[in-house]
């Protein structure tokens, strides 16, 4: 079971239903820092950001699931320990009472996409990892 688990959630298919699911994640975190809008949808938006953590939370469960009988090996990957504590944190007590904390849990699962798109991620870290030459040279020229 958990060997068929395992290339069920890495197949291509399972990564796109992810990618479509964190895609419409951001769009409702979007509307939801217009007023009008969270008027009229608000209660309908909140049920969508339920669905979607359910969501999340079952990739989980399945990823974790699919090592068998050595689930503690899902904690070995960065990404997969990102994941955790991002979708955790909405269970986290005091953030479903503050919206700011929560808020900022949801926008987190956003950039779960880097898990999902790596090519993504391998830019990223080009990127990320250009920034303190690219800091010392401005400090350079401007000193």
């Given at each position: 079971?958990a060997?068929?688990?395992r290339?069920?959630?890495?197949?291509?298919g399972?990564?796109?239903?992810?990618?479509?699911?964190?895609?419409?994640n951001?769009?409702v975190?979007?509307?939801?820092?217009?007023?009008?809008?969270?008027?009229?949808?608000?209660e309908?938006l909140?049920?969508?950001?339920?669905?979607f953590?359910g969501?999340?939370v079952?990739?989980?469960?399945?990823?974790?699931?699919?090592?068998?009988s050595?689930?503690?090996?899902?904690?070995?990957n960065?990404?997969?320990?990102?994941?955790?504590?991002?979708?955790?944190a909405?269970?986290?007590?005091?953030?479903?009472?503050?919206?700011?904390?929560?808020?900022?849990?949801?926008?987190?699962?956003?950039?779960?996409?880097?898990r999902?798109?790596?090519?993504?991620?391998?830019?990223?870290?080009?990127?990320?990892?250009?920034?303190?030459?690219?800091?010392?040279?401005?400090?350079?020229v401007?000193?």
């Amino acid at each position: 079971m958990a060997a068929w688990l395992r290339r069920f959630v890495h197949t291509t298919g399972f990564d796109v239903v992810i990618l479509i699911v964190i895609v419409a994640n951001a769009i409702v975190l979007g509307l939801q820092t217009y007023p009008g809008i969270v008027e009229d949808y608000g209660e309908t938006l909140n049920v969508l950001n339920d669905v979607f953590l359910g969501v999340f939370v079952v990739e989980l469960v399945l990823r974790i699931l699919s090592y068998g009988s050595r689930p503690w090996d899902f904690f070995r990957n960065g990404w997969d320990v990102f994941d955790f504590i991002v979708v955790a944190a909405a269970f986290a007590p005091g953030v479903r009472e503050s919206s700011t904390l929560l808020r900022l849990a949801r926008l987190l699962r956003i950039v779960r996409i880097f898990r999902v798109l790596p090519d993504l991620r391998i830019l990223v870290i080009g990127v990320v990892r250009s920034l303190p030459p690219l800091f010392s040279m401005t400090l350079l020229v401007t000193v």
